[in-house]
């Protein structure tokens, strides 16, 4: 396993321990030290997130999606708390002036695809924002096919691991930019 710089681990140029990712040719395991470390990945992908774009995020409950979806908000330049939208299943967020909005979707309640798309699933996925969706298992028969599918592991109270599996040739770019960014230009 790879130590990283301290950039992603302390937000600076500090040296020191980091997340540790397990690179392939299309995907990216991290290995998250501290919730601030899942925020901080989430907001290096908000800051690169693009209208349209959808990210799926997989995990148990407790297992940092929400903290992650803050970090994509906080990337963005959305100014307000960032919460999980369980009970009215979406929040929207604005976004900076010239960043588009983000669309958080908590999909924990819903039964299915049909449920999903009685409440508006497509305004969404097809809309000009960037959407994170927690609980993507349940609709998976109605995503778009390109898309980020991020699985999110409990590992221990504060370790949380991280598998980016990007679909589509946007995706792939984007999860190589990120690869690029944490180390430093190192692949």
């Not at 504060?158 to 999860?175: S, W």
Request: glycine share 12%.
């Amino acid at each position: 396993m790879h130590e990283l710089s301290g950039r992603l681990a302390h937000g600076n140029d500090q040296k020191g321990p980091a997340v540790s990712p397990i690179l392939t040719t299309n995907t990216l395991d991290i290995i998250s030290h501290s919730l601030a470390q899942t925020r901080r990945l989430g907001s290096r992908l908000g800051a690169h997130a693009q209208p349209g774009d959808v990210y799926c995020l997989e995990g148990e409950l407790g297992s940092g999606k929400t903290s992650f979806v803050q970090g994509i908000a906080e990337g963005l330049g959305v100014t307000v708390p960032v919460t999980s939208p369980t009970f009215v299943l979406a929040n929207v967020y604005r976004g900076a002036p010239g960043r588009p909005p983000l669309y958080h979707l908590d999909l924990y309640r819903i039964s299915g695809p049909q449920e999903a798309l009685d409440f508006g699933l497509e305004d969404y996925l097809y809309g000009e924002g960037v959407v994170a969706i927690e609980w993507p298992e349940r609709i998976k028969e109605v995503l778009p096919p390109e898309h980020l599918w991020i699985s999110f592991r409990y590992l221990d109270a504060t370790k949380r691991g991280l598998l980016m599996q990007p679909r589509g040739a946007r995706y792939e770019a984007l999860v190589a930019g990120l690869q690029r960014e944490i180390y430093g230009g190192r692949e």
